[in-house]
């Protein structure tokens, strides 16, 4: 008898990585909920019948909630909290104003959290819930500075993970803080080491291996695990 097919939920799918992602689990037979903020076309280009676009803006409680009613009859063997900012990530923190270091750390740590909390009644037994964070979020391998902001808002991301998971320890809750490499998108440049093909392929690897494993891992896409 054929299993069920997996489902997973990938928030900020719109482009870059979790474009990437949505596509690879849709290839290998999951089904895919995949989020955008406004209309992507790269994301309408995903023709498959497994696929459903859905529209949030995570920093928006009341849509946050709302699409947690629009899918109400859902579970999901994944959710994954892609999304995420990188606004004048090359000034050192005194140069940014207020305001936009303010909203980095919202978006990049503070509105995975609320997300994650909203969705958990929405894991399937074995399930996990997975942050995009990256290698800057590590407070150990911080040799060379740079990026202050932005590795601020991922090390809080990462230190939220945590007692998110040890506040929901007594569910044996999966989380899985992942690190995607440096990735040529939009954010990452065109400079950056990996595409987007091979970045999402050892994620999907990394995500299909854990699935489920309780405690809180911060792992790269290869599966390495980092220090904190
Ligand atoms: N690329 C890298 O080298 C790298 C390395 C380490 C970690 N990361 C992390 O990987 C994730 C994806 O990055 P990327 O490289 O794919 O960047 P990207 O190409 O700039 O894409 C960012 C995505 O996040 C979405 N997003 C931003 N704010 C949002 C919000 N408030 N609500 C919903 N969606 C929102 C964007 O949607 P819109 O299209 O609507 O703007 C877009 O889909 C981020 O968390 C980033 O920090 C990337």
Redesign the pocket.
């Known amino acids: 008898m054929a299993t069920a097919a997996k489902n997973a939920l990938i928030v ?7 474009l990437g992602l949505a596509d690879t689990f849709l290839k290998r037979g999951w089904r895919v909920t995949a989020t ?3 209309p ?1 076309p790269e994301l309408a280009a995903l023709v498959s019948e497994a696929l459903t676009v859905e529209t ?4 928006d409680d009341a849509a946050v909630a709302a699409l947690h009613g629009r899918l109400e009859s859902q579970t999901y063997d994944l959710v994954f909290v ?5 606004t004048r990530a090359h000034d050192p923190l005194h140069a940014v104003p207020r305001a936009v270091a303010a909203q980095v750390y919202l ?2 740590a503070i ?1 995975p959290i609320r997300f994650a909390e909203a969705f958990r009644d929405r894991l399937a037994p074995g399930g996990s819930l997975a942050l ?1 964070t ?1 290698i800057l979020g590590s407070v150990a391998l911080n040799d060379e500075g740079g990026w202050e902001n932005y590795r601020a808002s991922k090390a809080a991301l990462n230190t939220l993970a945590r007692s998110f998971e040890i506040r929901h320890r007594d569910a044996n809750v999966s989380v899985l803080l992942v ?5 040529r ?4 440049g065109p400079e ?1 080491d990996l595409d987007v093909a091979t970045s999402v392929a050892g994620m999907a690897d990394v995500i299909e291996a854990r699935l489920g494993r309780p405690g809180c891992a911060y792992v790269d896409y290869r599966g390495t695990t980092l220090d904190w």
């Open positions: 900020g799918a719109s482009r870059g990585l979790g955008q903020r406004t992507s949030v803006d995570i920093d892609v999304a995420g900012v990188a978006t990049n509105s995009m990256s690190h995607p490499g440096w990735v998108t939009e954010m990452g950056a």
